[in-house]
């Protein structure tokens, strides 16, 4: 029997308020997943409103149709990047919208299917692409690299104080043999940073898990995707339109925070969240995922 795979949005009570969809207006949720803040979004713009779900993963888009079926169908679901946000509008038809939502984390499924690579805890190849249809897979990348750019990539996309260690032993270990699988890459993470394989499996923060996010992030250009979505928001909101973004890792919301704060500056936003809106405790023990979470809002200026 397939077992059903359970999905918590996170801060979805947050979203709802923040953005504040009403009857009639046009929402993207420029990352689908599993359809949980989609499918809340549409049952609140109703029948005369539209939703435009973007996802970069073929797989979340199946998953999550169903879910949004039940819900209503004026809804539009595009397999893309967000960073091509005003394409997608251009498509659809719609100049601007009334608010737009970003969801940074990797939706679960992507995690526990060995075949994706995503995860130290369970043996696949090392892939990683949320897209598996496109760009190049983490073990191109993990030996190609070089030392350098390996731990310069950990240590800022993965926050990893151990990265020279890391890249030293990775180097190391590729001249014998390319590394291919998520067991070689976790083995030589927890070699760099002694730890024994039982040790690593009961720590709280397993030590490849930052590693593993850094790849993550290099290997589908997260970043430099996000510095798109937040160059080209104002143009794709209507007056007075929100903007929410949800990040995982300290660069985006250092990404986020920064744009926010220069769009409101230079009068292009209205009003900004002074800090981010992270989870309650109940949250937080309903939802662990939700404990790195921090979202961020934007108002258009109304003209």
């Known amino acids: 029997m397939k077992r059903e795979t359970r999905h918590v949005p996170v801060l979805l009570d947050d979203v709802l308020e923040i953005l504040n969809p009403q009857p009639g207006q ?4 420029c ?4 359809g949980g803040h989609s499918a809340a979004l549409l049952e609140r713009i109703g029948p005369t409103g539209k939703l435009i779900a973007i996802d970069f993963d073929p797989a979340n888009i199946e998953l999550a149709r169903a879910k949004l079926g039940a819900v209503g169908e004026n809804f539009e679901l595009v397999h893309n990047n ?3 946000l005003p394409t997608v509008l251009a498509q659809a038809g719609v100049p601007r919208v009334d608010a737009i939502l970003a969801d940074l984390g990797v939706a679960s499924p ?6 994706r690579g995503f995860s130290y805890r369970r043996p696949g190849p090392l892939d990683m692409r949320m897209d598996p249809t496109r760009g190049r897979p983490a073990s191109a990348l993990i030996n ?24 030293r ?15 070689q890459l976790m083995a030589i993470v927890c070699e760099a940073r002694d730890f024994t394989l039982a040790r690593a499996a009961g720590a709280k923060l397993h030590p490849a898990a930052r590693t593993f996010q850094a790849l993550r992030i290099l290997v589908n250009r997260e970043l430099a995707n996000l510095d798109r979505l937040l160059t080209v928001l104002p143009d794709c909101l209507a007056p007075g339109g929100v903007a929410a973004i949800i990040s995982f890792h300290s660069g985006e919301d250092r990404r986020v925070k920064a744009a926010f704060r220069g769009g ?24 662990p995922r939700s404990r790195s979470a921090k979202l961020r809002w934007a108002k258009m200026i109304r003209r």
């Open 26 to 29: 046009v929402i993207v949720d």
């Open 31 to 34: 990352t689908l997943g599993l």
């Open 82 to 84: 967000f960073a091509a």
């Open 110 to 115: 992507q995690i526990d299917d060995p075949g």
């Open 144 to 167: 190609r690299l070089s030392e350098r750019e390996l731990a310069e990539a950990f240590l800022e996309l993965g926050d990893e104080t151990d990265a020279p260690q890391i890249a």
């Open 169 to 183: 032993l990775i180097v190391d270990y590729r001249r014998t043999q390319p590394i291919t699988t998520t067991q």
């Open 264 to 287: 409101l500056a230079a009068g292009v936003y209205e009003a900004i969240s002074p800090d981010p809106v992270i989870a309650d405790a109940d949250e937080q023990q309903l939802n």
